[in-house]
C-alpha cells in the first residue's frame, strides 16, 4: 500500500525556488507530528495536521501558536540566535514559498542549522563523548533546571497526579499495538512494576512535589537534543524540547535527566548513562534520584517505543520507514522491561578517599548503578554553610573541625533514616581517618547491614592534574585544592580495621566500569562482619 501524498505546500517546500535565499540542497525528514526541511545551513520545520490526543495541530491557529512556543522555550537551553523565529508559508496562485504575500496555508519554525559533526548521538557512534563532555552535559542541564520556572502551578500541572495519569495514557494508547511492537507478557511485565512502584513509593513521589523538583523542564532529553557547539554561549546547545503539551513538559527534574540516561542505554553506552546521573545529581544536589532512576527511565523508554509505534499507523511514512520504527520500539519495550525487572541492592557503601583521589566521582556512578541514595558530604556543606568567593584556608570556615563535625553528623543521622525506610545508601566522603569511620560502621552493625568500604587512590602526579584540570568545572561540587590533598595524605589512615570482605582499594586511574566491576564483585561475596 503506497504511502499517503504529501500535502502540496509540503511538496513544493522541496524544490530550491520556495525559498526566499539561494539554497544547493533540501532534505526532508519526517516525525510523527513534523516534517523538518533541512536546507542548507538553515532549517525549516512545520507541523502536521493531526491530532494524536496527546498533541493537536489540526487549525492554522494551533500550529502557529505551537511554532511560537516552541521558539520561545527552545531560546532557554539554546541560545545565541539558533531558533531565529517563526515564518509563513504563503500560497499564490498555485505556487507556494516560505514567507511572500500570498494567502498563509502554514508557518515554520526557522533555525539555523546546528553541526551535524557536534551532535551528542553522532559523536556517540564515533565514541567521541569523553567525562569532560558529559560533565558540561550534565552541568548545563542543572543550571536550566535551576533557572526554570517552578511553583503551585507548575506542582499542579506536573506533578505526581500528573505523572501518573501520563503513564495511564500510555499504556492506553499502547494497547492497540499489543502483538505490533511490544508482547502481552512484556507490556503486563511492565504495567505491573510501574503499578507497584506508584504504589510503595507514593509519598517519595509526593514529596518530590513539596520539595521543588516539578518544574518546566525540557521533555524530550536525548542526545540528539543535545549539541556541543562553540559558536553558541556556553558551547552546549540543547534544544527540541517538548512545546506542544505542557502535561510532558512540566515534570520532575530527575525524570527529564532520566531521559538522556535511558537514550545513553538504549545507544548501549550504560558506563556514560551512570556517569552523566552521578554528575547530574551531584551538581544539582538531588540525593534520591538514584532510588527513582529504573522507574524514570522505564517511563521515558515506554514513551519512546509508544512514539516509534505510532508512526506504524502514519499514511505518510513509507514501508522501510515504518520497519525501522518497528525495530527501534521494539528495542525500546525490552529496554523498559530491563528497568523493571531490576533491583536495587540493598546495604550501606562508604566511599572514601583524599581529595582528587576520584571518589566523588566513583561514588555518583555506583549510585547510579545501585539504586542508591547519594549522601556527599560536598553537597551537604554547600546545604548547610553558604558557599561562594574564594577558597577558604584550610581547617576554617566551613572546613573547620567543628563544621567538619557538624556534616558528618547529619550524613550519619540522614543515612541512618534511610537504612530504617529500607532504602540502600551511599556515603560520599573523604572518611579517611578511622574515628571518622567508626560512627558509619557502627550504624551498619546497629542496622544489621552490609558494609562497604571503598578507599579510592591516585598517584600523587594524577591528583595535581586532576585539580588543576577540573578547578572550577560546574559538574562537581568538590572544593579540593593540591594543599589540601597533601594535609589529608598526612592524615590518611587506610580501614584496616575492617576484614578483607567489607573493604575494596580501587585505583581510580584504572577504566571506570573497571572500577565499577570490582565493587560489585565485593558487594555480591558475603561479608564477615554480618550479625
Given at each position: 500500500?503506497?504511502?499517503?501524498?504529501?500535502?502540496?505546500?509540503?511538496?513544493?517546500?522541496?524544490?530550491?525556488?520556495?525559498y526566499?535565499?539561494p539554497?544547493?540542497?533540501?532534505?526532508?525528514?519526517?516525525?510523527?507530528i513534523?516534517?523538518?526541511?533541512?536546507?542548507d545551513?538553515?532549517?525549516?520545520?512545520?507541523?502536521?495536521?493531526?491530532?494524536?490526543?496527546?498533541?493537536?495541530?489540526?487549525?492554522?491557529?494551533?500550529?502557529?501558536?505551537?511554532?511560537?512556543?516552541?521558539?520561545?522555550?527552545?531560546q532557554?537551553?539554546?541560545?545565541g540566535?539558533?531558533?531565529?523565529?517563526?515564518?509563513?508559508?504563503?500560497?499564490?496562485?498555485?505556487?507556494?514559498?516560505?514567507?511572500?504575500?500570498?494567502?498563509?496555508v502554514?508557518?515554520?519554525?526557522?533555525?539555523?542549522?546546528?553541526?551535524?559533526?557536534?551532535?551528542?548521538?553522532?559523536l556517540l557512534?564515533?565514541?567521541?563523548?569523553?567525562?569532560?563532555?558529559?560533565?558540561?552535559?550534565?552541568?548545563?542541564?542543572?543550571?536550566?533546571?535551576?533557572?526554570?520556572?517552578?511553583?503551585?502551578?507548575?506542582?499542579?500541572?506536573?506533578?505526581?497526579?500528573?505523572?501518573?495519569r501520563?503513564?495511564?495514557?500510555?499504556?492506553?494508547?499502547?494497547?492497540?499495538?499489543?502483538?505490533?511492537?511490544?508482547?502481552?507478557?512484556?507490556?503486563?511485565?511492565?504495567a505491573?512494576?510501574?503499578?507497584?512502584?506508584?504504589g510503595r513509593?507514593?509519598?517519595?513521589?509526593?514529596?518530590?512535589?513539596?520539595?521543588?523538583?516539578?518544574?518546566d523542564?525540557h521533555g524530550?532529553?536525548?542526545?540528539?537534543?543535545?549539541?556541543?557547539?562553540?559558536?553558541?554561549?556556553?558551547?552546549?546547545?540543547?534544544?527540541?524540547?517538548?512545546?506542544?503539551?505542557?502535561?510532558?513538559?512540566?515534570?520532575?527534574?530527575?525524570?527529564?535527566?532520566?531521559?538522556?540516561?535511558?537514550?545513553?542505554?538504549?545507544?548501549?553506552?550504560p558506563?556514560?548513562?551512570?556517569?552523566?546521573?552521578?554528575?547530574?545529581?551531584?551538581?544539582?544536589?538531588?540525593?534520591?534520584?538514584?532510588?527513582?532512576?529504573?522507574?524514570?527511565?522505564?517511563?521515558?523508554?515506554?514513551?519512546?517505543?509508544?512514539?516509534?509505534s505510532?508512526?506504524?499507523?502514519?499514511p505518510?511514512?513509507?514501508?522501510?520507514?515504518?520497519?525501522?520504527?518497528?525495530?527501534?520500539?521494539?528495542?525500546?519495550f525490552?529496554?523498559?522491561?530491563?528497568?523493571?525487572?531490576?533491583r536495587?541492592?540493598?546495604?550501606?557503601?562508604?566511599?572514601?578517599g583524599?581529595?582528587?583521589?576520584?571518589?566523588?566521582?566513583?561514588?555518583?556512578?555506583?549510585?547510579?548503578?545501585?539504586?542508591?541514595?547519594?549522601?556527599?558530604?560536598?553537597?551537604?556543606?554547600?546545604?548547610?554553610?553558604?558557599?561562594g568567593?574564594?577558597?577558604?584556608?584550610?581547617?576554617?570556615?566551613?572546613?573547620?573541625?567543628?563544621?567538619?563535625?557538624?556534616?558528618?553528623?547529619e550524613?550519619?543521622?540522614q543515612?541512618?533514616?534511610?537504612?530504617?525506610?529500607?532504602?540502600?545508601?551511599l556515603?560520599?566522603?573523604?572518611?579517611?581517618?578511622?574515628h571518622?569511620?567508626?560512627?558509619?560502621?557502627?550504624?551498619?552493625?546497629?542496622?544489621?547491614?552490609?558494609?562497604?568500604?571503598?578507599?579510592?587512590?591516585?598517584?600523587d602526579?594524577v591528583?595535581?592534574?586532576r585539580?588543576?584540570?577540573?578547578?572550577?568545572?560546574?559538574w562537581?561540587t568538590?572544593?579540593?585544592?593540591?594543599?589540601?590533598?597533601l594535609?589529608?595524605k598526612?592524615?590518611l589512615?587506610?580501614?584496616?580495621?575492617?576484614?578483607?570482605?567489607?573493604?575494596?582499594v580501587?585505583?581510580?586511574?584504572?577504566?571506570?566500569d573497571?572500577?565499577?566491576?570490582?565493587?560489585?564483585?565485593?558487594?555480591?561475596?558475603?561479608s564477615?562482619?554480618?550479625?
Amino acid at each position: 500500500m503506497p504511502s499517503e501524498p504529501l500535502p502540496p505546500h509540503v511538496r513544493a517546500l522541496r524544490r530550491k525556488t520556495a525559498y526566499p535565499h539561494p539554497v544547493s540542497r533540501i532534505e526532508l525528514i519526517q516525525t510523527h507530528i513534523s516534517y523538518v526541511f533541512l536546507v542548507d545551513d538553515q532549517v525549516f520545520k512545520l507541523k502536521k495536521p493531526v491530532n494524536l490526543g496527546f498533541v493537536d495541530f489540526t487549525t492554522l491557529d494551533k500550529r502557529l501558536k505551537d511554532c511560537r512556543d516552541e521558539v520561545r522555550l527552545n531560546q532557554r537551553g539554546c541560545p545565541g540566535g539558533v531558533y531565529l523565529g517563526v515564518v509563513p508559508i504563503t500560497r499564490h496562485r498555485s505556487s507556494y514559498r516560505i514567507g511572500g504575500t500570498g494567502e498563509v496555508v502554514d508557518y515554520a519554525v526557522h533555525m539555523k542549522r546546528l553541526p551535524h559533526e557536534g551532535m551528542m548521538d553522532v559523536l556517540l557512534e564515533q565514541d567521541g563523548v569523553d567525562f569532560d563532555m558529559i560533565g558540561r552535559v550534565a552541568a548545563r542541564l542543572a543550571d536550566l533546571h535551576r533557572e526554570s520556572d517552578s511553583g503551585p502551578t507548575i506542582v499542579r500541572k506536573g506533578g505526581f497526579a500528573t505523572m501518573r495519569r501520563n503513564w495511564r495514557d500510555s499504556f492506553d494508547q499502547l494497547r492497540p499495538f499489543i502483538g505490533r511492537t511490544i508482547g502481552q507478557k512484556r507490556f503486563h511485565t511492565i504495567a505491573s512494576f510501574v503499578t507497584s512502584f506508584i504504589g510503595r513509593e507514593a509519598s517519595l513521589l509526593r514529596q518530590r512535589d513539596h520539595d521543588g523538583w516539578i518544574r518546566d523542564c525540557h521533555g524530550d532529553l536525548r542526545s540528539d537534543a543535545v549539541c556541543f557547539d562553540d559558536a553558541v554561549p556556553g558551547g552546549i546547545c540543547i534544544y527540541d524540547c517538548i512545546e506542544f503539551n505542557e502535561q510532558f513538559r512540566l515534570s520532575d527534574t530527575g525524570l527529564d535527566a532520566a531521559f538522556l540516561a535511558m537514550d545513553l542505554d538504549y545507544r548501549r553506552r550504560p558506563e556514560l548513562s551512570d556517569l552523566f546521573v552521578g554528575l547530574y545529581a551531584a551538581a544539582i544536589g538531588d540525593k534520591q534520584l538514584p532510588l527513582l532512576l529504573d522507574f524514570y527511565k522505564c517511563y521515558r523508554a515506554v514513551v519512546r517505543g509508544k512514539v516509534e509505534s505510532l508512526l506504524l499507523d502514519d499514511p505518510g511514512v513509507s514501508k522501510a520507514q515504518k520497519a525501522g520504527a518497528r525495530r527501534r520500539a521494539r528495542v525500546y519495550f525490552r529496554l523498559a522491561e530491563s528497568y523493571a525487572k531490576r533491583r536495587a541492592r540493598r546495604g550501606l557503601v562508604l566511599v572514601t578517599g583524599p581529595s582528587g583521589s576520584g571518589k566523588s566521582v566513583l561514588a555518583g556512578v555506583l549510585a547510579a548503578r545501585l539504586g542508591s541514595v547519594i549522601l556527599s558530604t560536598d553537597m551537604l556543606r554547600r546545604e548547610l554553610f553558604e558557599a561562594g568567593g574564594e577558597p577558604e584556608p584550610l581547617d576554617t570556615g566551613r572546613y573547620a573541625p567543628a563544621a567538619r563535625e557538624k556534616v558528618y553528623d547529619e550524613i550519619e543521622r540522614q543515612a541512618a533514616a534511610f537504612l530504617d525506610q529500607h532504602r540502600p545508601v551511599l556515603i560520599d566522603g573523604t572518611y579517611i581517618e578511622r574515628h571518622q569511620r567508626d560512627p558509619v560502621v557502627a550504624l551498619a552493625r546497629e542496622r544489621n547491614t552490609r558494609l562497604l568500604v571503598v578507599e579510592c587512590t591516585a598517584p600523587d602526579e594524577v591528583i595535581k592534574a586532576r585539580q588543576r584540570h577540573r578547578e572550577g568545572e560546574a559538574w562537581t561540587t568538590s572544593e579540593g585544592r593540591w594543599e589540601v590533598y597533601l594535609a589529608q595524605k598526612q592524615r590518611l589512615e587506610p580501614a584496616t580495621e575492617l576484614p578483607d570482605t567489607d573493604r575494596v582499594v580501587i585505583d581510580t586511574t584504572t577504566p571506570l566500569d573497571q572500577q565499577i566491576e570490582a565493587v560489585l564483585a565485593k558487594l555480591a561475596a558475603p561479608s564477615t562482619q554480618q550479625p
